[in-house]
């Protein structure tokens, strides 16, 4: 009986332990999940306000060895990299944002959304993937952005094409 | 007695009934930790097949629903798959042996994020090509049904000798390069 009391006891204790733990796990991944609703809904307002979302130290990196690929580490030159990217489109025939999956696991978040948007060069539609990972203070440590390259060079050819046109008339 | 009867007799239907509607809606009453403790299994599985360094595309496609619907968004284009057959086809080592490289890729995963019946994986595959070295960086972004992956999306960023030389003149041929190689 003693032997059955004290099994009881320890297993009490082990799920003591582990209850809290899965339990904070759990409340962890739906702040994240809260928190990169509100960054998306900045992202596709394309509010400037969306660099209250990073933390000082963020590490920006852009899977792509071509044009605007890289690692960007700070909170200006993310904003740079923003700037740029933003410069490249008409923002007042609007943008327009599609989310289309969200995966929440702990402190990171991945996003998958479609933009079509008018570029200076014509009209353009791409697929991104963001990978988000979150500190303790609710601030992104770091973005990996991935997009096709397809669509811009799309409209890189067209521009050539044309230009190759207007040389040989 | 009549009345016992049809007592029992009810109550055996009524629970036949209770039971084929607990079985026929069992999966959509699966609870959000239970998705993801499901998937994350899955995942696993399907990683260890790929990280194993020794596999066949008969192997990978099992993981896959027959109505698989596959996009990768390549430098070359976006390509679509709308059946795990389609996915073969284009896949299947003799195609790629013909067509790219010496089929014998490997991968090393980086991150691996399980939400419910969605997941996303971060990887790098390795193969050896005819044009030399190939590694690749993967993000993938899966939906599963059941036990098996029914939708993901691929985005790729060629990082080989051969894919970047390649994608590298592209981009210089059309003024677009700003890479420091």
Known sequence: ?169 | MIRKTHFLISTVLLTTVALAWTAAFSDDRKSHAELTAETRQLMERFLRLHESGDFSLKEVVKFYHKDLNATYYRPTGIFTFTSVQQYYEAYKPERLTNYDFDYAPWSEPLLVLVDGENAVVRYIGHARTKEGEYHNHYIHMYRVRGDKIVEYHAMTNPHSDAHYARNKQLLEDLGLYKGGQ
């Open chain 1, 1 to 169: 009986m003693m032997k059955v009391l004290i099994s009881v006891c320890w297993l009490a204790c082990l799920l003591s332990l582990y209850a809290p733990a899965v339990q904070s796990q759990v409340d962890l991944t739906e702040r994240t999940r809260t928190l990169t609703h509100q960054y998306y809904e900045h992202l596709s307002e394309i509010n400037p306000a969306i660099s209250e979302f990073w933390a000082d130290k963020i590490l920006l990196f852009v899977n792509n060895d071509g044009p605007w690929g890289g690692d960007f580490k700070s909170r200006q030159s993310v904003t740079q990299y923003y700037r740029e990217m933003a410069a490249m489109f008409d923002l007042e025939e609007g943008v327009e944002f599609e989310l289309l999956q969200t995966v929440v696991d702990g402190a990171m978040a991945a996003i998958r959304f479609r933009v079509k948007a008018q570029h200076v060069r014509g009209s353009y539609e791409n697929h991104y993937m963001h990978v988000l990972t979150w500190n303790d203070d609710g601030k992104i440590t770091r973005i990996e952005n991935f997009y096709g390259w397809e669509p811009f060079l799309a409209l890189q050819r067209q521009a050539v094409q044309q230009r190759e046109k207007g040389c040989s008339n």
